[in-house]
C-alpha cells in the first residue's frame, strides 16, 4: 500500500496550492479519503475528506470555502485544492484512507497513510 502526497511549498497568504495524493495497493474506490495535517507543535487534525459510498464531502470548519477536496477513482487519485490560504495553514499535510464510510472525521478510523507534503503560508 502506498500513499504519495504532493504539491506542497512555499505560497503567500492569499495564495493557493494543490496537493495530489496517489494510491495503490488498495482498492481505492471503497475507501472514504481524508486529508489531515499538523502544524509544529499540535496534534494532528482532521482538514477535509471524501466519502466512497455516496461522495458526500466533509470540512473542518475553517477551511470550508476556501478548501475543496475531489477524487478521481479512475487514477486512484485525491486532489486537495487550496485558495485563499493563510498563515494558519501551515502544516504537514497528509492523506489517508479509510474502510469506513461514517467515521470521516477520526484519525482512528483511517488504516492507510501517506508521508505528509509541508504546506508554509508566509510572506
Known amino acids: 500500500v502506498q500513499l504519495q502526497a504532493s504539491g506542497g511549498g512555499l505560497v503567500q497568504p492569499g495564495g493557493s496550492l494543490r496537493l495530489v495524493c496517489a494510491a495503490s495497493g488498495f482498492a481505492f474506490e471503497i475507501y472514504t479519503m481524508g486529508w489531515f495535517r499538523q502544524a509544529p507543535g499540535k496534534e494532528r487534525e482532521f482538514v477535509t475528506a471524501s466519502n466512497f459510498r455516496d461522495r458526500s464531502t466533509y470540512y473542518r470548519d475553517s477551511v470550508k470555502g476556501r478548501f475543496t477536496i475531489s477524487r478521481d477513482n479512475a487514477e486512484n487519485t485525491v486532489y486537495l485544492q487550496m485558495d485563499s490560504l493563510k498563515p494558519e495553514d501551515t502544516a504537514v499535510y497528509y492523506c489517508?484512507?479509510?474502510?469506513?464510510?461514517?467515521?470521516?472525521?477520526?484519525?482512528?478510523?483511517?488504516?492507510?497513510w501517506g508521508r505528509g507534503t509541508l504546506v508554509t503560508v508566509s510572506s
Open positions: 489517508a484512507a479509510s474502510p469506513y464510510g461514517n467515521k470521516p472525521r477520526d484519525t482512528y478510523y483511517y488504516d492507510y
